[in-house]
């Protein structure tokens, strides 16, 4: 996916602003090909965690409904405040039910840099995805 620079710093002052809970939230991308990131569409984490998230399911199926009659793409973000950005076994057990969606993670735990990493999860097997930085 394309995402520009505006757009990352957003997912990462989402993820500072809520820790040490973890973040969540949805990006909006054109269909591509490549996707291109347009928008952040920040959501709550119901669960108010810091070991796992929780969109509230109404919200994500709304969002999701919308994208698929405008034609737009998503991949769903969420921040890891303790640990690397890659996909925990519960991410990965969440992910089964949104297969093809790219999964975007915030690590805060590698200092004052946050390291931004996206997966594709299908059938419990977890491929990383490169995220290329674009102009806004």
């Known amino acids: 996916m394309f995402i520009s620079r505006v757009l990352l710093d957003e997912l990462i002052e989402h993820a ?5 809970n973890e973040c969540c939230g949805m990006v909006v991308a054109d269909p591509g090909p490549p996707p291109r990131a347009i928008r952040v569409h920040r959501a709550v984490n119901v669960a ?3 070991m796992r998230f929780e969109v509230d399911p109404m ?6 409904e919308e994208l698929e009659q405008s034609g737009s793409k998503l991949a769903i973000y969420h921040s890891h405040t303790r640990t690397a950005p890659y996909p925990s076994q519960t991410d990965i057990n969440f992910a089964a039910g949104w297969p093809g ?3 975007i993670i915030v690590g805060l735990a590698s200092g004052p840099a946050p ?4 997966y594709l999860i299908d059938d ?13």
């Open 16 to 20: 500072r602003q809520e820790a040490p």
């Open 48 to 50: 108010a965690s810091p």
């Open 59 to 64: 919200e994500l199926l709304q969002v999701h």
């Open 101 to 103: 969606v790219e999964w």
């Open 115 to 118: 390291l931004i990493r996206s």
């Open 124 to 136: 419990g097997e977890v491929r990383e995805v490169e995220i290329q930085e674009s102009s806004p």
